[in-house]
């Protein structure tokens, strides 16, 4: 699509969000006054009928409703909608008090709202199953180096939203001149992230020239030179790619925000830090609070402090060890505090001496970061900037995603940082934190379910075939 094209849709699309938005508060108002609204309390609504809107555009835009939805899944899209306009709604009943438009019905707000969630969840819906109609059930033929790869990207189709991908079958990326037969079968080509250069570039011109799309997975040297610089060194093309960090412009606003952020939320989250005090202190025996060493912007230690959430000595015979689901080490008080999240929030100390950042990489001990960057040299990259509370990795990735996987997300974030990203992940940890979404998907925990999986590839066999004769 254009660059004019998408400019378009998407001021269509705010237009139709705005005016099925108030579209909904003219309803409200009709039935809350059986169709005689009196003048006294639709003026009120008159007056911040433009604040509405805005209120509107600046939610859908912060939690990325305006962004492109294609293969995205369709309840997370619901809920997102539902707590926009839930903040919609909040920011609405501030203003109203703050104006003293005490004439303007909160009956008709809660009204409005719970119709603009049935009425913009519905239409948002419909657009995305057109989206889906068009642009899904794509037949993906995939492309790695070994079949342990080809399974785990299989695992990675298989749990995306369904009704996007079909997996057609694999291919050995040492098998590439079956590729040309399989292009008439396929609709897009997903290549594998440990793929040599060579193969890449071979597969995906041969993909460009047959039209058909090619999904890659970045490489790290990929994602570094983002934001780079088109340079000209005499007749040579050159780019500018600068280290992993932040400005000294961007880092002084992010610091006043942290600052400011944190000192509030401290306040306002206090009667729940004493209840959680409480809580640990009567349900199992030690400290409430839990110090651990972490590494820091330029790898510099510092102690990360936690609501305890496991037994005292957790890791006294075992020596550190990353948590793991249904962990019998974590307290019944502290299940409860992981899944919510809440056990992060003396973090908020953390942030306040400038040891952390509410928005960045999460920090890790210094025992895994030394084996994380023997296995991937680039982990180092996220030690650039302050770990965070919650990050990029926190709202798009899983619990159980991959260390290398979750590594793109935080350079990617370093790489594209700005007050306003800081902002969107924010508040989609907000949905992240509420939803709770336990995606276990598809698990191959024996060699039979994998050996089920080569059959689906189908031509795997016939590949594996031909290079043994």
Not at 211 to 222: C, D, I, T
Not at 450 to 465: C, E, H, I, Q, V
Request: proline letters at 4%; aromatic letters at 10%; one cysteine or more.
């Amino acid at each position: 699509m254009s660059g004019n094209k998408l400019k378009l849709r998407l001021l269509l699309l705010a237009l139709l969000d705005v005016g099925l938005l108030n579209a909904c508060y003219a309803i409200s108002f009709l039935s809350r006054f059986s169709f005689d609204v009196p003048l006294r309390n639709v003026k009120p609504y008159l007056a911040l009928f433009p604040w509405i809107s805005m209120f509107c555009l600046i939610a859908f835009y912060m939690f990325d409703l305006y962004s492109n939805w294609k293969r995205k899944s369709l309840h997370h899209l619901v809920y997102t909608i539902t707590l926009s306009l839930l903040l919609v709604m909040i920011l609405t009943m501030s203003l109203t008090y703050l104006g003293k438009g005490f004439s303007f019905p909160r009956s008709v707000i809660l009204f409005a709202t719970f119709l603009q969630i049935i009425v913009l969840g519905v239409s948002r819906s419909l657009i995305w199953h057109m989206g889906r109609k068009r642009h899904g059930s794509k037949k993906v033929l995939i492309i790695g180096d070994t079949i342990e790869n080809g399974v785990s990207l299989a695992e990675k189709c298989m749990n995306h939203s369904k009704g996007w991908f079909i997996i057609h079958g694999f291919l050995p990326a040492n098998s590439k001149r079956f590729l040309l037969k399989k292009m008439g079968e396929v609709d897009v080509v997903l290549l594998g992230p440990s793929l040599n250069r060579e193969d890449k570039a071979e597969i995906i011109s041969l993909c460009i020239k047959h039209e058909k799309e090619v999904l890659v997975v970045p490489e790290m040297v990929e994602l570094l030179a983002m934001e780079s610089e088109l340079q000209q060194i005499d007749d040579l093309l050159v780019l500018s790619i600068q280290p992993p960090r932040f400005v000294p412009r961007k880092l002084l606003m992010k610091r006043s925000f942290d600052i400011a952020v944190s000192g509030l939320m401290i306040l306002f989250l206090s009667p729940v830090m004493l209840i959680l005090y409480a809580l640990i202190k009567l349900t199992s025996p030690g400290p409430a609070i839990f110090k651990q060493e972490r590494l820091g912007e330029g790898g510099r230690s510092y102690l990360i402090y936690k609501f305890r959430s496991m037994v005292v000595d957790a890791e006294k015979t075992t020596g550190p060890v990353l948590a793991a689901a249904k962990d019998p080490r974590i307290t019944r008080i502290g299940s409860m505090m992981r899944s919510t999240r809440l056990d992060e929030i003396p973090q908020l100390f953390n942030v306040l001496k400038g040891e952390m950042s509410l928005v960045g990489p999460r920090p890790e001990r210094p025992y895994f970061i030394k084996q994380f960057q023997e296995i991937l040299p680039d982990y180092s990259y996220r030690l650039s900037v302050k770990p965070g509370i919650t990050g990029l990795a926190q709202i798009l990735a899983n619990y159980s995603t991959k260390v290398e996987d979750k590594l793109r997300f935080d350079i990617l974030y370093v790489k594209t940082y700005s007050f306003v990203l800081d902002i969107k992940i924010l508040l989609q940890t907000i949905r992240v934190v509420l939803q709770r979404e336990q995606a276990a998907g598809v698990s191959f925990e024996n060699d039979e379910n994998k050996k089920k999986l080569l059959r689906l590839f189908g031509y795997y066999d016939m590949a594996n075939t031909a290079n043994n004769e």
